[in-house]
């Protein structure tokens, strides 16, 4: 069990450029969601898989998020034209299922993106 | 929906002393999660310790234990003997128990700052 690991753990773009970030949950975990913290707020949600089905997408997720999950394993979410009010945190995080204690999420490092 | 009130911005205490973390919180589900996560500086979130609504007893981990107050809708987090590596922001969260989504719903967070 090496944790959920997510890449880059920084990036820094220009307004309107495209970013991808990339997520590994912990294995055998079939639960994935995506949360965006900015400076000195709680995350909030922002989607949710459960193996491969994209399940809910919080209001927050605009038209430019995208966020996959092909063969339930890893995730990717991609902001397209990014603009300032992107920097944030992203953050992943991974549950098994809830008979299995699926109510506890554990959390990766982050992506921290900075859009100048 | 759900939301989760974290009133005190900071807090500071002294090595070995106690301190209690205050949390409030609204839903209209009789069955639902809480938790007591804690984010270091630069390092990733991890699970400090969590209640079941349908448990009485308050949960206890090691130094960290909670006061849970259904009624009130009040679920408060102490930590005895405060140890530097205590020094965190911590984050009240709130899960409910749908067997759908299980989102975790954030308060803002609070700032602990441990003196030696």
């Known amino acids: 069990d090496t944790g959920v690991s997510q890449n880059p753990r920084h990036k820094i773009t220009k307004r309107g450029q495209n970013v991808t970030f990339r997520c590994d949950p912990i294995s055998e975990h079939n639960r994935l969601y995506w949360y965006r913290q900015t400076l000195g707020q709680g995350p909030e949600f922002l989607t949710y898989?459960?193996?491969?089905?994209?399940?809910?997408k919080s209001r927050l997720l605009s038209d430019r998020f995208s966020a996959e999950r092909p063969k339930g394993s890893f995730s990717t979410l991609e902001i397209q034209r990014t603009e300032q009010g992107d920097s944030a945190m992203y953050l992943c995080?991974?549950?098994?299922?809830?008979?299995?204690?699926?109510?506890?999420?554990?959390f990766g490092a982050g992506t921290r993106l900075s859009v100048l | 929906a759900q939301t989760v009130t974290q009133s005190q911005p900071e807090m500071s205490v002294q090595e070995a002393e106690t301190v209690t973390l205050s949390c409030t919180y609204d839903?209209?589900?009789?069955?639902?999660?809480l938790f007591w996560y804690k984010q270091p500086p630069s390092r990733q979130m991890i699970l400090v310790i969590r209640?079941?609504?349908?448990?009485?007893q308050n949960a206890t981990e090691n130094r960290f234990s909670v006061n849970f107050q259904k009624a009130a809708k009040s679920f408060s987090l102490k930590i005895s003997d405060s140890q530097l590596g205590d020094t965190a922001m911590y984050f009240c969260a709130f899960m409910t128990e749908t067997g759908a989504n299980s989102k975790l719903t954030f308060g803002k967070g609070i700032t602990l700052s441990v003196r030696p």
């Open positions: 209640q079941e609504a349908y448990k009485q």
């Open positions: 839903t209209s589900e009789n069955n639902y999660y």
């Open positions: 898989f459960q193996n491969e089905a994209q399940l809910e």
């Open positions: 995080a991974s549950s098994p299922r809830l008979g299995a204690g699926g109510y506890i999420q554990y």
